[in-house]
T-cell receptor, first 109, second 114 residues
Framework: QQPVQSPQAVILREGEDAVINCSSS?????VHWYRQKHGEAPVFLMI?????EQKGHEKISASFNEKKQQSSLYLTASQLSYSGTYFC??????????FGKGTRLSVIA | DGGITQSPKYLFRKEGQNVTLSCEQN?????MYWYRQDPGQGLRLIYY???????QKGDIAEGYSVSREKKESFPLTVTSAQKNPTAFYLC?????????????FGPGTRLTVT
């Protein structure tokens, strides 16, 4: 079952902050965040692990609430280059990632 | 440079024809995956393989077939049984044995069937 992402789309001005949420009804072992530019491959941003360990991008942060099976991606002081579609994916075991439908982020000058 | 290659980038076919999409990786990854992407639907898993000569169906395997004869290669065949084959297809790979691994994606093939 796909995780649910919110919002579906957001428009920001340069320098503004945004939060993208991802929730699942399944028990999660890890949550992965990717960003995709139109027509390109998704690019890895961040992985959050059960137990709190976090690896990833230095300018973007994220949290993982194991109790609620929710993750949030925090984009601060957004830049034009942050535009794209953000996907969360989860893994509940040694299985392929299951992705949400994505959040389209547009940053304007 | 290590990575995943998919060819061609754009592919056009007539309805009723089978078509095979290529995916090759030189990352020495054991696991490979095929995802389909439609506007507003995210990435949906078609098939995956965690070892040579073995593969499993994903959520939307109907109308597709795969083979995994070599570690480096995981071709996807879109058969005439697939009702709506026009989509963006992404191949990915990852190491196995660790649930913390990231999946690396290829550049994708955009298939248009008319």
């Amino acid at each position: 079952q796909q995780p649910v992402q919110s919002p579906q789309a957001v428009i920001l001005r340069e320098g503004e902050d945004a939060v993208i949420n991802c929730s699942s009804s399944k028990a999660l072992y890890s949550v992965h965040w990717y960003r995709q530019k139109h027509g390109e491959a998704p690019v890895f941003l961040m992985i959050l692990l059960k137990g709190g360990e976090q690896k990833g991008h230095e300018k973007i942060s994220a949290s993982f609430n194991e109790k609620k099976q929710q993750s949030s991606l925090y984009l601060t002081a957004s830049q034009l280059s942050y535009s794209g579609t953000y996907f969360c994916g989860y893994r509940s075991g040694n299985t392929p990632l299951v992705f949400g439908k994505g959040t389209r982020l547009s940053v304007i000058a | 440079d290590g990575g995943i290659t998919q060819s061609p980038k754009y592919l056009f076919r007539k309805e009723g024809q089978n078509v095979t999409l290529s995916c090759e990786q030189n990352l020495n990854h054991d696991a490979m995956y095929w995802y389909r992407q439609d506007p507003g639907q995210g990435l949906r898993l078609i098939y995956y393989s965690q070892i040579v000569n073995d593969f499993q169906k994903g959520d939307i395997a109907e109308g597709y077939s795969v083979s995994r004869e070599k570690k480096e290669s995981f071709p996807l065949t879109v058969t005439s049984a697939q009702k709506n084959p026009t989509a963006f297809y992404l191949c990915a790979s990852s190491p196995t044995g660790q649930v913390t691994y990231e999946q690396y994606f290829g550049p994708g093939t955009r298939l248009t069937v008319t």
